[in-house]
């Protein structure tokens, strides 16, 4: 059966989601999926799929560096199987020039050309963060465009599932009938 393995980079948990989201709609399509949380597994063997949908969040205005250690290590296998990648942040809600050029740096980094790629919009997870990132995250909220929520006393979350239903659907009908 056709296999879609989803590795995956998350601090607060929102490309851990989205990734779960995206295996549930594979499952559903009758294929398989397996997530992959690149911190517990960053040695996955993805000669074993049919294709490899990847996620990673930004901070700071970087992807995680594991991110490219894991392209650089399956360098020859994502240029032989069909791939995707998806970056998740804040900026992609609101500040698409600013999503777009973590992606180029990212591209230009690692020289990796997913064949689809998708800037999904992250969350804000107050209540989930440290006092110090609480009133960080806050400040960026007030000044950054896409109108962010500043309420610390719940959590927002940007992410359009909608869209994430179509990255998926698109990248599963190009492996099925290429
Ligand atoms: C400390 C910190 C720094 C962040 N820096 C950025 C940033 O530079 N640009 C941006 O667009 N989003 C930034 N974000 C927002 C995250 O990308 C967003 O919260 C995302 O949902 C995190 O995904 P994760 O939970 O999978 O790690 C930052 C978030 C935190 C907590």
């Given at each position: 059966?056709?296999?879609?393995?989803?590795?995956?980079l998350t601090?607060?948990?929102q490309?851990?989601?989205?990734a779960?989201?995206i295996a549930?709609?594979?499952?559903?399509h009758?294929l398989?999926?397996?997530?992959?949380?690149?911190?517990?597994a960053?040695?996955?063997?993805?000669?074993?799929?049919d294709?490899v949908?990847v996620?990673?969040s930004?901070?700071?205005?970087?992807?995680?560096?594991r991110?490219?250690e894991f392209?650089e290590?399956?360098?020859d296998?994502?240029?032989r199987i069909p791939s995707a990648?998806?970056s998740?942040?804040?900026a992609?809600h609101?500040d698409?020039g600013?999503?777009e050029k973590?992606?180029e740096?990212?591209e230009q980094?690692t020289?990796?050309?997913?064949s689809k790629?998708?800037?999904f919009?992250?969350?804000?997870?107050?209540?989930q963060?440290?006092?110090?990132?609480?009133?960080?995250m806050k400040?960026?909220a007030?000044?950054?465009?896409g109108?962010?929520?500043t309420?610390?006393?719940r959590?927002?979350v940007?992410?359009?599932w909608?869209?994430?239903?179509r990255?998926?659907?698109?990248?599963?009908?190009e492996?099925v009938s290429p």
């Open positions: 059966m056709t296999s879609i393995c989803i590795p995956y601090s607060e948990g490309t851990a989601k989205i779960e989201y549930d709609l594979v499952i559903h009758d398989e999926a397996q997530p992959v949380d690149l911190k517990e960053p040695d996955v063997d993805l000669t074993a799929y294709g949908i996620g990673a930004i901070h700071r205005g970087k992807h995680d560096k991110l490219g392209v290590r399956n360098r296998v994502l240029a990648f998806f998740v942040s804040l992609a609101g698409t600013e999503a973590y992606l740096d990212f980094e020289k990796w050309r997913p790629v998708a800037l919009s992250g969350a804000l997870l107050y209540t963060y440290g006092f110090l990132t609480r009133h960080l400040r960026i007030k000044t950054k465009p109108e962010l929520g309420d610390v006393s959590d927002y940007y992410t359009e909608d869209g994430v239903r990255f998926t659907e698109d990248f599963l009908a492996l």
